[in-house]
Antibody
Framework: QVQLQESGPGLVKPSETLSLTCTVS????????WSWIRQPPGKGLEWIGY???????NYNPSLKSRVTMSVDTSKNQFSLRLSSVTAADTAVYYC?????????????WGQGTLVTVSS | QSALTQPASVSGSPGQSITISCTGT?????????VSWYQQHPGRAPKLMIY???SRPSGVSNRFSGSKSGNTASLTISGLQAEDEADYYC???????????FGGGTKLTVL
């Protein structure tokens, strides 16, 4: 059974960097595309970007200047870094697996982790 | 403002059928057969209900079906049940640097 689990600080100060890690179990990270998706409180979903096991990345143009994603195949983990955060970055952050490339078909999701940006 | 347009809310009585629309453009919904639908209960992660416009993942009830006409995709739920009450989101591959766009979500109320 494929499971994804997000981890990282729940509180980040404005202008600092948000860092999250997603640990994958039940599947090898050396396949598929792995995405981060966020959801501000009471609002809809926003795709942040994906990372492939080779290290290839693709980011949402609206966040591209602040986003970095990476993968650690030895730990079956992938990570998100979002710099210069503001209150607008407060959201539940989900990691998800895309079942096939270029499909918008996210078949497995983590439970989500709320990150609040506040001083 | 979301890239894909969904109605904010729909409602129906148990046993009835409802349809949720998802309108995009020829650059996303209309250009690819890569529309997905997700169900989200409060405080829970989204769950994939439909992919590739009309395919159902294993374990998803056949009461859920998807279709597409032009730039508009639709999710139909037949035989409404109380447990179907949730938020529903559509998504589409875009083929551009935006890659994936979501709808704003539709709140389904089972009366």
């Amino acid at each position: 059974q494929v499971q994804l689990q997000e981890s990282g600080p729940g509180l980040v100060k404005p202008s600092e960097t948000l860092s999250l890690t997603c640990t994958v179990s039940g599947a090898s990270i050396s396949s598929y595309y792995w995405s981060w998706i966020r959801q501000p409180p009471g609002k809809g979903l926003e795709w942040i970007g994906y990372v492939y096991y080779t290290g290839t990345t693709n980011y949402n143009p609206s966040l591209k200047s602040r986003v970095t994603m990476s993968v650690d195949t030895s730990k079956n983990q992938f990570s998100l870094r979002l710099s210069s955060v503001t209150a607008a970055d407060t959201a539940v952050y989900y990691c998800a697996r895309e079942a096939s490339s270029s499909s918008s078909n996210f078949d497995y999701w983590g439970q989500g982790t709320l990150v609040t940006v506040s001083s | 403002q979301s890239a894909l347009t969904q109605p904010a809310s729909v409602s129906g009585s148990p046993g009835q059928s409802i349809t949720i629309s998802c309108t995009g453009t020829s650059s996303d919904v209309g250009g690819y057969n890569y529309v997905s639908w997700y169900q989200q209960h409060p405080g829970r992660a989204p769950k994939l209900m439909i992919y590739d416009v009309s395919s159902r993942p294993s374990g998803v009830s056949n009461r859920f079906s998807g279709s597409k006409s032009g730039n508009t995709a639709s999710l139909t739920i037949s035989g409404l049940q109380a447990e179907d009450e949730a938020d529903y989101y559509c998504s589409s591959y875009t083929g551009s640097s935006t890659y994936v766009v979501f709808g704003g979500g539709t709140k389904l109320t089972v009366l």
